[in-house]
């Protein structure tokens, strides 16, 4: 009898004990969510299905101990505070009661179990298997990035995001334009997973000192994160730096400035024609003047150089080189504006005209002159800065008017007849001598020409006209005078003379002649007696 009740209580063991393993389910103890996004807990199940196929389920999910109704296959009966927000991610019939929960917020943390009914088989709670579900407010997205960057050098970012809703991934974003990839760990069930967002880019010196930001947009909610980017970079902006302006004479030091990353480590002065002038980060000159030549400098760093372009130095002197400019000729009774030109820094601020006896004329850069005259007296000017000022010479207006036949214009008789025509032209005349009928012409023995006057001579032996006409003219216009030439006496009596010597030598050559032919003769009538 003892053998038939341990024999019954042995069985009755094993059947207990099979028919509860047969009953299982497995999932995490714990998961982990986060708020405004969603969580998956992961479940299988199994029953004892004796070889037999069953095909209607109805799955449940409890929060606690059946006080809220989280999933239902009849969705009516969901408790309101899960309405629309859970759903199984897996089929019944293939064992798989993973649960979704999406929106989640902070008081859907607690713990959950699972209850499944077959439909002509059982129906059965999973009470030992219980998950907990903790919901985080905020997740961490750290970014990592090299500590120093070089400009013009790719560079890769990474942005570690930690989400838990792997069917609705966060929207990631970089505030630096680059190549985007990603990847993701496998998920630790129950685990947030992690992904990696790589940006890769190439920073320039406008970067450096910047925040390199990674934003992780989830469902409600937006998390960013930031890092400040160190970038390196060459000397750029490089520039020779002194005072605004310095007086001729004086000494000026000179900056070499720069904005690099790292700071500079030397430096380079070089004048216009490459000569190397200093290697300092100032540079200092003497005795600047207004003919310095322009400096540049190079600044060099760990990461390259850069150079600055040629600085003129701004220097300060008096006005020099002060002239009256106008035209080259203004024609008699014209007006005409005179310049007071100078060369001068800064330029100069004030003029002043004088006469040639010294007189004020006129304190402006300009000056007009009307209705001048070949009289009108030569004219200066003053140029004047805060340096201060200098004078140009003495300026006579080239002025230009027809011939003017001088009254002093003559002829006189000595030896020779001599004629003087004197002519008072700008420009100088050309100059005609006619005789008395027009139609004769002479041209001038000799021109003497003085400040504008100009004297044509003509001189004549015998058979000087008794007048003759000058005749001069230039561009601008022309002028003639009628000269009366005295007759020379002196050379009528030598004219007189010489002819009566001639007569007196043609008659004693005759008579010469004569008496050689007669006395020829006498000696032919001898010689023809005898």
């Known amino acids: 009898m003892l053998f038939w009740s341990c024999l019954l209580s042995l069985f009755l063991w094993l059947r207990v004990s099979q028919t509860a393993a047969e009953w299982s389910a497995e999932m995490p103890e714990s998961v982990v969510g986060l708020s405004g996004s969603c969580v998956v807990i992961p479940c299988t199940f199994s029953y004892p299905a004796d070889g037999k196929t069953y095909t209607e389920f109805t799955g449940v999910w409890y929060k606690g101990y059946y006080e809220l109704t989280v999933y239902h296959t009849d969705t009516s009966k969901i408790s309101a505070a899960f309405q629309g927000r859970t759903s199984l991610t897996g089929d019944l019939r293939q064992n798989d009661c993973s649960l979704k929960i999406s929106s989640l917020s902070s008081s859907d943390a607690g713990s959950f179990m699972f209850r499944i009914e077959i439909k002509d088989l059982d129906k059965y709670t999973y009470g030992k298997n219980i998950t907990s579900v903790t919901v985080n407010e905020t997740t961490e997205i750290p970014i990592s990035v090299e500590e120093e960057v070089t400009s013009v050098k790719p560079v890769t970012a990474t942005c570690a995001v930690y989400h838990s809703c792997p069917s609705n991934l966060p929207r990631v974003t970089w505030n630096h334009n680059g190549t ?8 630790i069930p129950g685990q947030l997973r992690l992904t990696f967002y790589t940006l890769t880019f190439t920073p320039s010196r406008e970067d450096h000192n910047k925040d390199l930001s990674c934003s992780a947009a989830f469902k409600g909610k937006t998390v960013t994160n930031y890092t400040t980017l160190n970038v390196k970079y060459p000397p750029y902006d490089v ?28 430096y380079q002065w070089f004048s216009s024609n490459g000569i190397l002038l200093g290697n300092e980060h100032t540079h200092r000159l003497e005795r600047v003047s207004r003919h310095a030549e322009a400096i540049s400098c190079t600044v060099i760093n760990t990461v390259g150089k850069n150079s600055s372009g040629p600085q003129k130095i701004n220097v300060l002197y008096p006005p020099y080189n002060v002239n009256v400019v106008t035209k080259p000729s203004v024609k008699e009774n014209d007006s005409v504006e005179l310049t007071c030109s100078s060369n001068s820094n800064p330029p100069a601020n004030s003029y002043q005209w004088f006469s040639s006896n010294g007189t004020t004329l006129a304190k402006s850069p300009f000056y007009k002159l009307e209705r001048v005259s070949r009289h009108t007296e030569a004219i200066s000017c003053t140029a004047i ?6 004078s140009s010479g003495l300026q006579k207006l080239n002025i230009l008017y027809p011939p003017e036949i001088k ?5 006189q008789t000595k030896i020779l007849t001599v004629c003087d025509c004197i002519v008072d032209s700008n420009p100088p005349s050309e100059l005609k001598w006619f005789g008395p009928d027009s139609l004769e012409t002479f041209s001038s023995t000799s021109i003497k020409q003085t400040e504008s006057f100009t004297i044509f001579t003509l001189q004549g032996w015998l058979g000087f006209p008794e007048t003759v006409q000058c005749f001069a003219n230039n561009t601008l216009g022309n002028s003639y005078i009628t000269l009366e030439a005295p007759q020379n006496g002196i050379m009528i009596h030598i004219s007189v003379a010489s002819v009566a010597v001639v007569l007196v030598c043609i008659l004693v050559y005759v008579v010469r002649k004569r008496w050689q032919r007669s006395r020829s003769f006498g000696h032919s009538l001898i010689s023809y007696t005898s």
């Open 407 to 411: 009254g002093e214009s003559s002829c």
């Open 239 to 266: 520039k020779v730096v002194s005072k605004p302006s310095v007086k001729e004479n004086d000494s000026v030091e000179l900056t070499c400035s720069s904005d690099s990353n790292p700071l500079p480590n030397s």
């Open 385 to 390: 800065n805060t340096e201060g000022k200098n």
């Open 180 to 187: 985007h990839s990603s990847r993701s760990q496998p998920q």
